[in-house]
């Protein structure tokens, strides 16, 4: 049987109660991969960083086996020691995937096996000044320079990259060049449909999941909130963040205390499992998804699978999976104050966008990522 590397930093992980989390769609994607591989026939195992606690050194979740390498820090020098294990865990495998960021660095050390570049996005064409802007300038900077290193071992070393959209094969080529579309592959994120789910009553509140983060501008679901309660007052939004850069939750907390809205209108929660987040999207009346900066967005394949109407800003990446005025809204980037206005245009006719949000999903089908996969590896 032959076996599977999966590289990945950040990883799922079960919690002292037995659920599945994942603190972004890049974790879900390679768990996902990672299930597609067993189904294949080849054994997986995917190596990741031990960030807390609750996550075990080695554990098998799904059938997968996860094994961690403890990290102080990822701003730490240990940070290589994990990058070293890697290099060392990859001579037992025939192939080697390699996730979003910091893996790519040990391209150039990993002999004679297939290897496999993951690319969900790229930041080149953001510029430093993005990079700055969201992370502050010590690590802001290492990020932009670890994305350039990371590129160029991606064109010189890999034998495949996957991208999870068209758009971002596009900005993969913008980068590296015309040659590299050769190697690229297009395998979007699938979703899984949760006919358990199906059919739940909506409430009263608008979802937002993701991490906060400037570029992602969870901000502005509270302009979107403002103008819900001047339609129907009970309404609340939740908010499922992962994770939290502080910078992002100061401005959050001063456009709450602006735009005059209470605690008790806003609900923020961290580590939710996997099944309590698909509950959540079933609920909620809309997922408003706010992000300037998108590869494909699994978030929002899930929402459309159990039903629920997203609105969003209007990126390249979104072709083909959102459908605008028939699944979702899709405004101009960064123009809250429409984005605002969609959520009532979907209320007031919710039966006809509940209905077309099924209608773009056979395209993330698991049998079609099953088929890209197995060009891949064979």
């Not at 001579?91 to 969900?120: E, T």
């Not at 509140?205 to 901000?219: M, N, S």
């Not at 939004?237 to 001063?254: M, Q, Y």
């Not at 978030?299 to 459908?323: D, R």
Request: with cysteine; net charge positive; glycine share 8%.
């Amino acid at each position: 049987m032959k076996k599977a590397l999966l590289i990945s930093e950040s990883t799922v992980y079960k919690d002292g109660n037995g659920k599945i989390v994942a603190r972004g769609g890049g974790e879900v994607y390679m768990h996902n991969l990672a299930k597609l591989l067993l189904k294949l026939g080849v054994e997986p195992t995917v190596f990741g960083i031990k960030e807390f606690g609750e996550q075990n050194s080695e554990k098998y979740i799904d059938g997968i086996l996860y094994k961690r390498c403890e990290v102080r820090s990822r701003k730490s020098f240990s940070l290589f020691k994990y990058l070293f294990a890697g290099i060392r865990e990859s001579k037992k495998y025939d192939f080697v995937f390699m996730n979003q960021f910091v893996p790519h660095l040990i391209l150039p050390f990993i002999k004679r096996k297939k290897k496999i570049a993951i690319i969900h996005d790229v930041y080149k064409e953001e510029g430093l000044g993005f990079w700055i802007n969201q992370y502050g300038f010590f690590t802001g900077f290492i990020g932009w320079l670890v994305e350039k290193f990371k590129l160029f071992f991606d064109k010189k070393y890999s034998d495949v990259i996957i991208t999870v959209s068209e758009e971002s094969k596009r900005k993969i080529i913008s980068a590296l060049g015309s040659k590299i579309a050769r190697k690229i592959i297009v395998s979007p994120s699938i979703v899984y449909k949760r006919d358990d789910l199906i059919g739940t009553k909506k409430e009263n509140f608008i979802l937002f999941i993701g991490r906060f983060v400037d570029y992602k501008h969870p901000e502005h679901v509270l302009h979107v909130l403002k103008k819900l309660k001047s339609f129907e007052g009970k309404f609340k939004a939740v908010f499922v963040a992962p994770r939290i850069v502080k910078k992002t939750l100061r401005f959050f907390e001063k456009t709450m205390k602006d735009l005059g809205i209470g605690n008790g209108d806003v609900f923020i929660l961290q580590n939710c499992g996997n099944d309590d987040v698909a509950k959540l999207i079933a609920k909620a009346k809309l997922l408003v998804h706010p992000s300037c900066v998108e590869g494909q967005g699994i978030i929002m394949l899930e929402a459309l699978s159990l039903g629920t109407p997203i609105i969003a800003y209007n990126l390249p990446a979104y072709e083909g999976m959102l459908l605008d005025g028939e699944n979702c809204e899709l405004v101009k980037k960064d123009d809250f104050g429409k984005l605002a206005d969609s959520a009532l245009k979907i209320l007031n006719n919710y039966s006809k966008y509940q209905d077309n949000c099924y209608i773009s999903l056979e395209e993330f089908s698991e049998e079609k990522a099953l088929e890209i996969l197995k060009g891949i590896i064979e």
